[in-house]
């Protein structure tokens, strides 16, 4: 993959997140157009992750540049929310288009889409129009499943009442908060915790055990 981002340090995160991410590695770094699009010729990376806002020409020209002269697919990472850059970036033909900025997860998501459509298509010579429809149809996600017995609603509930307590909340109080049961409150609590959006830590009282108490990871 090649990372094209005329900001070092951001340049740098995001080769961390690709690092982190099972299945791809960081084939080169860009910081020009110029740069990127001489990169690409040589190192034929399956993916590029191209900001729009570059020294010598806009991501824009490097994307129709590509799509004249070479084989390979885009992810555009910018701080552009304009919807002429936007729509330019769709017509170019680019899978997704990430605003900056943007934690991990929302990154891992679309590079799981594009391993799977990549997969989805090397195994199929001819395809069915259910085939198309996966492919062109659903978009990642990064608000994880639900386990069973577990409810949207309520998980909704939940987390507007950890968004209303920035200080943190006891699944006492949540229950308190949504009018759910306490030991359903701490299992959607707990939930959050093991899919890495909420964190916990103890507070600790004059007397008994110290009591879980549960806030909202940033960004998530």
Known sequence: MLVVDDDFMVAKVHSGYVARTEGFEVA???HTGGDALQLVASLKPDLVLLDIYLPDQSGLEVLKSLRAN???????ITAATDVDTVR??????VLHYLIKPFDYSALRDQLAHFASLRDKLH???TAGQADVDQVFGARPTSKPLLPKG???ETARLVENALRSHPDGLSASECASSTGVARVSARRYLEHFVSTGRAEVRLRYGGTGRPERIYGLVPGA
């Open 28 to 30: 080169g770094v860009a």
């Open 70 to 76: 070479e084989d390979v697919d885009v992810i555009v």
């Open 88 to 93: 330019s970036a769709m017509r170019g033909g």
């Open 123 to 125: 195994r199929l010579d």
């Open 150 to 152: 577990l409810t949207p």
